[in-house]
């Protein structure tokens, strides 16, 4: 049977079939592979997808939804397909739409011809919710507001295409038209085989060189930023995405700040200017010092500095007002009267409840029309009166009569419908479009875009908020050999605004060869450097466990020394896990330390706590970095304390070492040797250190005779010191000696270095002053001083600043000192010391480089 057997026809437009039911021409070749497919081949490839979406975290964030903040955004892998000369006309009429845009925000921040020859009521634009008297007068680079827009296009029933809506604010979604070309591409390459299709992937580049064009002209090398409202926000997949692919810094307006009128981030090496800001937060948060004054979004001053010219920002403040659904409704008179032209892609016909006439129009047909809110998107502020009850429909109306300005109706549109699979055939659902349009000295526009689904049977919201999903959405070549186009452009003439030869945008300044990683912020170090401690914890703690646990299975006399209260003391956990159970049990112990969410350093905490800090600097790590830990909390998250016990154990925390070792791999292999990189290898070098000293100091004096507590008198001589200087005598615990070894993966390098057995001096040596041990302490702190060094840029000088002077104490000492005088001043005391400075060279960095 044919996927396609059950697949129903309404009266909507459909994309891929034709009345009769036939496939249309540049939809043959895909119908016939689709057709052929077995149902659970196709449903494997889904699977798959979502796998995918899932590891990879594209995601997105519903507001107030207690099932959890990241939402997976689904893919259809049915593509939707768009013929060449289906897109030129697309194409033009988008061009034709976002120039006359841009004239009329110049128009209406400046000369306000348009509202003194009466085409646009003055009222609606002074009285729109984004307009911005404060930027009446500012000239920005160009004479260009909207540098990136997402324009909403739907198809009717005769299949005529449509404007729905425009976003020139801050539009997303471009970041899903990308991943979900690659997913595409990697699960149904055979799609691709006998379609020739225009290439989505130069995005990124043209956009940061339009953003680059921005910048002040005396700025050589600007700096780009991408400012983001932070984790939570519903795009924050898409904004490290984009900083990603461009590699820019993603900052929050905590990074920021301004001083006379110049605005710079906050960055280990110190602030650094910023000259051009991509800005996804909306214009009320973006400086309190102007707009709400309770924003913690955005950055205080930074509109002066915007209106001095020393920043730029993309898109302009007060773009908004274009936004509105209501000024929505003027635009084809703003192409006529700006551009002399015919609108090429037509309105929906609107309603404006501002009109008498059109409000009496709305309260006796709401039954049959879309109401909407003039400023509110995602789906939301709308009512689909043909689907609500006459209760709903009069509480709505109630709010039109009582604020006529912000809203409008419009007929419902049977929109476009899809095939998409649905179980184990394909039925159809609602589509729109999204294209992508960057505006600097050309348009160029994705080809394609985004393709949003109604996946709810009969829905017409293509939200992802309110259950939507996507598609990939193919734009054909012409001729053959035409995939190698660029994106699509306008020709010299149809340039927007008025561009003087020094403003000229899109063609990014040339730049020196930067051998050296770019300035980090010191939000994204402290990031880094948590990354490290957390997976290195992660993991020490899966060694430990893990050791501790098979030693005490092995004979009662070894279970008596392996005490379950060491592990406790180790970890300074013994008040927490006695207030939170009532005896030693070995499965609570487990629990504590493995599953138990309330214990910040059970090994799920620090998964999760390494896997939201990677989630906040998803622009400087490798997208290998990121799937590879999103994939370890993701598997953790499947264990409980019941299935690590009826399975083996050792299996359990060999994968969390595995996927810990499997981690600091990938970023060996695949981050750049800088700033980020250091940072890391600091957190997990100084994490390590503070293992080894506690794990030796507890385990010393539990393995020990208890009257063995108090060292000797040094020898006069230290060269005559005894063999075993640490003066143990009696007898020895060999197995715990051996467990101390093994808790930090040493043992068999131990006894490569010391053949004549496992003795409680020379363990404490080799984890104490070997240089050549990852996991001694001397060289861990080594590393951690090498690191600071080269953040520094002080590889060969006197120390720099605190952290410096705090690790090269500590450095200093264990080069130089010697096991004879460590137990001539006490064991304990010189861990405890070590301890000591571990934490000062922790708040040291911290105080040096982490302050934000």
Not at 91 to 120: C, M, P, W
Not at 345 to 373: C, D, F, G, Q, S
Not at 376 to 382: A, C, F, P, T
């Amino acid at each position: 049977m044919s996927l396609f057997d059950a697949y129903p026809q309404g009266a909507a437009y459909d994309e891929m079939f034709d009345p009769e039911g036939c496939p249309r021409p540049h939809y043959a070749s895909l119908f016939r592979i689709l057709e052929g497919m077995d149902r659970d081949a196709f449903r494997a490839r889904c699977e798959l997808a979502e796998l995918t979406l899932i590891n990879q975290g594209i995601t997105f964030t519903v507001y107030g939804d207690e099932r959890g903040v990241e939402k997976p955004f689904p893919l259809d892998l049915t593509p939707r397909i768009i013929p060449a000369q289906e897109w030129v006309h697309i194409e033009s009429g988008l061009t034709q739409r976002v120039r006359a845009l841009n004239l009329f925000l110049k128009d209406i921040y400046h000369d306000q011809k348009i509202l003194k020859d009466r085409v646009l009521p003055r009222e609606l634009v002074v009285n729109a919710a984004h307009f911005r008297p404060e930027c009446l007068g500012a000239d920005v680079p160009g004479d260009l507001y909207i540098h990136i827009c997402g324009t909403d296009l739907i198809r009717d029933t005769d299949g005529t295409y449509r404007v729905l809506e425009d976003n020139c604010r801050t539009p997303s979604g471009v970041s899903y038209v990308l991943e979900n070309r690659l997913i595409l591409m990697r699960i149904f390459s055979q799609l691709f085989q006998e379609n020739v299709v225009r290439p989505v992937d130069q995005y990124t580049t043209q956009l940061l060189a339009n953003l680059r064009a921005l910048a002040p002209p005396e700025r050589d090398n600007p700096t780009v930023v991408l400012l983001t409202p932070g984790l939570f926000n519903s795009a924050y997949f898409e904004h490290s995405f984009l900083a990603q692919q461009m590699g820019i810094a993603l900052v929050e307006g905590r990074d920021l700040f301004v001083d006379d009128d110049i605005v710079y981030m906050k960055t280990v090496r110190g602030p650094q200017r910023v000259d051009v800001i991509y800005r996804r937060v909306d214009d009320d948060f973006l400086d309190p010092l102007l707009f709400r004054p309770d924003s913690a979004l955005g950055v205080p001053g930074l509109v002066n500095a915007y209106r001095t010219g020393s920043v730029a920002l993309a898109n302009g403040i007060g773009t908004g007002v274009a936004d509105d659904k209501v000024i929505y409704a003027f635009v084809p008179r703003m192409i006529e009267y700006y551009l002399g032209e015919t609108p090429i892609l037509p309105n929906v016909e609107t309603y404006l409840a501002w009109n008498p006439e059109h409000l009496r129009y709305i309260e006796e047909h709401a039954h049959a029309l879309v109401i909407k809110a003039a400023n509110e998107s995602g789906g939301y502020g709308m009512l689909m009166g043909p689907q609500a009850s006459q209760a709903e429909r009069e509480a709505f109306l109630t709010k039109v009569k009582a604020e006529p300005r912000n809203f409008i109706a419009q007929p419902l549109v049977e929109l476009s419908c899809c095939p998409c699979f649905v179980e184990d055939h394909f039925e159809g659902r609602h589509v729109d479009l999204r294209p992508y349009i960057l505006c600097g000295e050309k348009v160029t526009i994705v080809p394609g875009g985004l393709t949003r689904v109604a996946l709810r049977k009969g829905s017409y919201v293509v939200n992802s908020s309110q259950g939507g999903g996507s598609k990939d959405t193919w734009v054909l070549a012409g001729e053959p050999g035409a995939q190698t186009q660029t994106l699509g452009t306008m020709t010299q003439s149809q340039s927007l605004g008025t561009l003087t030869q020094s403003q000229t945008l899109g063609s990014p300044a040339p730049h020196p060869i930067q051998e050296r990683y770019g300035p980090l912020l010191s939000r994204d170090a402290d990031a880094c450097f948590w990354i490290g401690r957390y997976i290195e914890r992660a993991e020490a703690t899966a060694r430990m466990i893990d050791v501790h646990y098979h030693f005490r299975l092995e004979s009662p006399l070894i279970g008596e020394t392996m005490r379950w209260d060491s592990i406790l003391a180790i970890y300074g956990e013994a008040e927490r896990y006695r207030a939170r159970y009532a005896d030693e049990d070995e499965r609570h112990i487990l629990q504590f330390f493995t599953c138990d969410e309330k214990n910040p350093n059970a090994i799920l905490s620090c998964v999760r706590a390494a896997r939201e800090n990677a989630r906040g600097i998803r622009d400087q790590i490798s997208s290998e970095m990121w799937q590879s830990l999103n994939q370890m909390y993701l598997d953790l998250s499947k264990w409980n304390v019941t299935r690590i016990l009826a399975g083996s154990p050792h299996a359990f925390f060999q994968k969390i070492k595995n996927a810990s070792h499997l981690f600091q791999g990938i970023a060996n292999r695949t981050l750049p040797m800088g700033e980020c990189r250091d940072f890391l290898d600091a957190g997990r070098f100084l994490e390590r250190a503070g293992q080894t000293t506690r794990i030796l100091d507890v385990k010393y004096h539990d393995l020990l005779p208890r009257h063995q507590f108090d060292p000797p008198a040094p020898a006069a001589d230290p060269a005559s010191a005894l063999p075993d200087p640490f003066g143990i005598g009696g007898p020895v615990d060999v197995h715990g000696w051996i467990a101390v070894l093994k808790s930090v993966g040493a043992y068999e390098a131990f006894r490569k270095t010391y053949h004549q057995g496992v003795t409680p001096a020379h363990v404490a040596a080799y984890l104490l002053l070997n240089l050549q041990f990852p996991a001694s302490v001397r060289h861990c702190i080594r590393r951690v001083e090498g690191c600071l060094r080269r953040v520094s840029g002080n590889a060969d000088s006197a120390p720099a600043n605190a952290a410096e002077r705090a690790v090269g104490r500590l450095h200093s000492n264990l080069n130089f000192i010697t096991p004879q005088e460590i137990i001539a001043g006490g064991l304990h005391e010189f861990l405890e010391d070590v301890q000591d400075r571990c934490h000062e060279i922790g708040a040291a960095i911290s105080q040096t480089y982490l302050r934000y």
